[in-house]
Structures are given as C-alpha cells and as structure tokens.
C-alpha cells in the first residue's frame, strides 16, 4: 500500500523545488526519515540543508516517526541569524 504524504516546503527548499507545497508517496510504514530521503533526491534538493527541523501535523518530529496516510509535514531549514 502507498501512503501519500503532504509536504509543505519553507525557505531553501521551497526555493530548491519550485514549490511551498508537494505530494509525496511513500511505500506503508514509511517514516520522516525515509520522506527526507525522498524528498532531497528530487532534483535540485541535493544540496540542502542536511539536518532541516520536521513537523508531522504541527507537532515537531523526529527521523523515526512512522507517517500515516493524511499526515502534513513541515519541513523548515535550520535559521541563523542574529
């Protein structure tokens, strides 16, 4: 089974795919980690931010947490600034 996941871009990313918001399909049981993986091997996000913070429905995530179908995730580059 596909589980398709919304992806909203923010700052590089959005930038890098042409995109504030994408589908992503991911095979069941798919985790942040494996969306990032997804994510960065489109083209031209090779060269991202590597460590960027994720939010799985507002609620920050890490790498491991499983996606569910109709899950929206976030994902926010790191921000310097000063």
């Known amino acids: ?4 996941t919304r992806v909203l871009l923010f700052a ?5 795919l042409g ?3 994408i589908d992503v399909a991911l095979p069941e049981h798919a985790t942040v980690g494996d969306l990032l993986q997804a ?3 489109m083209a031209a996000a090779h060269a ?3 460590a960027p913070f994720i939010a799985v429905n507002q ?7 499983v996606l569910r179908a109709g899950d ?3 994902i926010i580059p790191p921000v310097a600034g000063g």
């Open 1 to 4: 089974m596909t589980v398709v």
């Open 12 to 16: 590089s990313y959005a930038d890098a």
């Open 19 to 21: 995109a504030s918001e």
């Open 39 to 41: 994510v960065r091997g």
């Open 48 to 50: 991202l931010p590597a």
């Open 59 to 65: 609620e920050y995530a890490s790498a491991g947490v």
């Open 72 to 74: 929206e995730v976030a």
